[in-house]
């Protein structure tokens, strides 16, 4: 038996690798509580990949970090679980999101809410939701199922794990359904139920049944793995299942059942092991144990500092992985101390960490060498006038270097680095060795930005910086330290502001756009740098100066240079248009509130569009056939809102829109006419404008008591109110 974590450690959250032995050989501290954690094999390297607070970070087996997950911003549970596909291209997300419902039937409230349970799948590379199924909809789980008190909670499924079938499908465990599910990918709806209250799987062999079952997986032989949780005075237990999905029907093969009993584990895991054992983990009573097939425990650790989420036994197959460093303090006075903490993550076999100094990093030389302790080592060395750089390296029992660090320097940057927080701050570790920007301006990287001389820019700013050309292009040198502001951060430079959030990536904008995002918080953070082209219809480029977001444009009128916003349901149309490169032109205004108090609308050069609740999308009207629907009221006439953009008649003889309670019909012979009610409908029947009737020339008129009428180019149509039917006449 090994304890897991030595008191007084300090880890509080995070994920750590162990030896068998205890030794801490792999940390991430700062990670979020009862959350998954592994290895995985992603485009050619072996990686491992762990919750942080906003997402999860996949990192290579020196802790540095590759790519983010993020988690979508609409959901409101913790996303604790993560798979990754069998090519490592691809994770499976099990997580939850409040939905309001009414909990009455079921002994809740009658405006209750419920976390129904979601499963995304997500591509690593492009952050793309790929596949997308949530618990309460077609083809899902119904509250009836669950086992909770609605009166004290909505959690009514805890889906806690989702991952992948061997035959491309999804395995669900839940824990307040007491159920594990077969999700099926294109139908999206659940094929087979292995416990609960309506199983449609016939089990034998297990009188116990699942209670809170957990982490489900298929393993290599075609079994069933799953943790089960019981309650007091039973136990928490790991089972195997030899499934048969045909017959739906399952025998308990395997069945690991610790003596004496560990009931309420809370959370907990079942890790099928290439050599057959099983490691389980018993969460909340803080031990994990590696079974063999018969039952008998191989291995035993306990946590007496923390609760462990899921552990998991991985392979580690060499040494030296890759080096941490953790620059704590720095001298502050010219010949003052050195003092860092320094890892190589993943390593057994460091005897000793040596110091280099020097003044050119040509000529560094040995100062000082520490034997190596634990996973971390703290090594202080006083370097001098001469010691400007410095770097570390870990060495093995025999003088084999294993590995060794970037350079680093003292001086504003190195205090910059510690005011922020060092490695545990946004920035995270260094990248590279220092570097000078064109008159002198010293930088450093870092994981998620950099420092340039005592100024901050971070999570990916620098990489926006550099795309303008430096301190030679139109955003200049920083102005200020980066700021955090609503779900991103902001960095201000000379001659503008780089914004950033985790999904969107940083970009650069002129100080009059960020100026404008400012006034119209609802566009989100942008989705590219300030452009100055748009592509035409013959595929040419315009001039157009805009910067896109998340949720719409601002864009730059010639001339006066205005800017104006557009977004949501209008920005899709107009942007579909090709925005200022197409028929519309550029913006007059603003969003703005369409007259009825129900819609939106913007004007544009030659056209407007405009949106409505009760259509639920944006339509433009333009030319003489907007003039015509303006005559009649526009939104609050008798026509309401358009329900299609403008539309070429057939042969491109006139063209029209239709609006929610009738049409205009446009030819370059007859001008705009509105046509509604029973005669526009009797004139449909008769083929619209290409049958005898042509175009309208008139709008519907009253030739006298209880009747309406409207002339044609072929005739008219005559309607009567006695008999609310139309009739058409011909000339």
């Not at 895991?269 to 031990?287: C, D, E, H, K, M």
């Not at 920005?571 to 129900?598: H, V």
Request: hydrophobic letters at 35%.
């Amino acid at each position: 038996m090994a304890d897991l974590a030595s008191p007084g450690s300090g880890w509080g959250h995070g994920q750590i690798g162990f030896a068998d032995d205890g030794r801490v050989i792999l940390g991430f501290s700062g990670a979020r509580p009862r959350s998954d954690t592994g290895t995985f094999q992603y485009r050619g390297q072996r990686v491992v990949v762990h919750r942080v607070f906003g997402g999860w970070h996949i990192r290579d087996m020196a802790g540095q970090f590759i790519r983010e997950i993020a988690d979508l911003e609409d959901r409101s549970g913790v996303e604790h679980n993560l798979t990754p596909s069998a090519d490592g291209n691809r994770v499976l997300l099990s997580t939850s999101e409040s939905v309001p419902v009414d909990l009455s039937p079921y002994g809740g409230p009658a405006q209750g809410v419920a976390l129904q349970g979601v499963v995304r799948e997500i591509d690593i590379a492009t952050g793309e939701t790929l596949f997308e199924w949530k618990s309460l909809g077609p083809g899902g789980i119904p509250l009836g199922d669950s086992t909770v008190d609605f009166g004290s909670s909505g959690d009514y499924l805890h889906l806690n794990a989702a991952t992948y079938d061997t035959d491309g499908n999804f395995l669900l465990s839940a824990t307040n359904t007491g159920a594990v599910y077969k999700l099926d990918r294109a139908a999206r709806t659940i094929t087979w139920t292995l416990g609960g209250k309506r199983s449609t799987v016939t089990v034998s062999g297990d009188p116990v049944g699942l209670a809170r079952p957990q982490d489900v997986r298929r393993q290599a032989d075609g079994r069933l793995s799953v943790f089960d949780d019981h309650p007091a005075p039973g136990t928490a237990r790991a089972v195997a299942y030899t499934l048969n999905e045909q017959a739906k029907t399952a025998a308990l093969s395997r069945q690991f059942v610790p003596s004496p009993a560990l009931p309420d584990a809370g959370t907990g895991g079942s890790q099928p092991l290439p050599n057959g054992n099983y490691l389980v983990t018993f969460g909340a009573q803080r031990i994990v144990r590696e079974y063999t097939p018969s039952g008998a425990v191989a291995f035993e650790g306990r946590f007496p500092e923390y609760e462990p989420y899921r552990v998991q036994r991985e392979v580690w197959s060499q040494s030296g992985l890759g080096l941490v460093v953790y620059p704590e303090c720095h001298d502050r006075n010219i010949g003052g101390d050195l003092a860092a903490i320094v890892s190589l993550a993943g390593a057994t076999d460091v005897a000793t960490w040596e110091v280099w100094a020097g003044a050119r990093e040509t000529a560094l030389r040995k100062v000082a060498a520490f034997p190596a302790t634990d996973f971390y080592t703290k090594v202080t060395a006083t370097l001098g006038w001469e010691g400007a750089l410095y770097r570390f390296r870990a060495v093995d029992s025999s003088g084999r270097v294993l590995a060794t660090s970037a350079t680093y320097s003292r001086g504003p940057i190195e205090e910059k680095y510690a005011e922020l927080g060092g490695p545990g701050s946004w920035l995270g570790n260094p990248v590279g060795d220092r570097y000078v920007f064109p008159h002198h301006f010293p930088a450093q990287n870092y994981e998620h930005g950099a420092i340039i001389a005592r100024t901050a820019m971070t999570l990916g700013a620098l990489g926006a910086y550099l795309r303008s050309k430096d301190v030679y292009g139109p955003m200049g040198m920083p102005a200020a330290d980066t700021a955090d502001v609503p779900g991103g951060q902001v960095t201000v430079f000379g001659g503008g502001v780089v914004l950033e959030s985790a999904a969107t990536g940083a970009h650069w904008m002129r100080t009059k756009y960020a100026d404008a995002r400012t006034a119209n918080l609802w566009l989100g953070f942008p989705v590219g740098d300030e452009e100055t082209r748009c592509e035409n219809s013959s595929g040419g480029a315009e001039p157009l100066t805009r910067v896109r977001f998340g949720n719409g444009a601002l864009i730059e009128t010639p001339g006066e240079g205005r800017v104006f916003e557009v977004h949501g349901g209008i920005w899709i149309t107009y942007a579909s248009f090709k925005e200022r490169c197409g028929f519309l032109g550029f913006p007059t205004s603003n969003e703005t509130a369409a007259a009825d108090g129900q819609g939106r609308f913007g004007t544009f050069e030659r056209g407007a569009v405009y949106w409505s609740p009760a259509t639920g999308e944006a339509f433009e009207v333009h030319g003489a056939v907007r003039n015509k629907w303006a005559e009649l009221g526009a939104e609050r006439g008798f026509l309401g809102y358009p329900i299609t953009n403008e539309l070429p008649t057939a042969g491109n003889t006139g063209a029209y829109n239709h609006f929610q309670r009738g049409s205009v019909f446009w030819s370059p012979a007859t001008g705009a006419h509105e046509v509604h009610g029973g005669i526009r409908d009797a004139w449909a029947r008769v083929g619209w404008q290409g049958g005898r009737l042509g175009f309208p020339t008139s709008d519907e008129f009253a030739p006298s008591d209880g009747y309406r009428r409207q002339d044609f180019q072929g005739g008219y149509v005559m309607w009567s109110a006695a008999t609310g039917k139309a009739e058409v006449f011909y000339r």
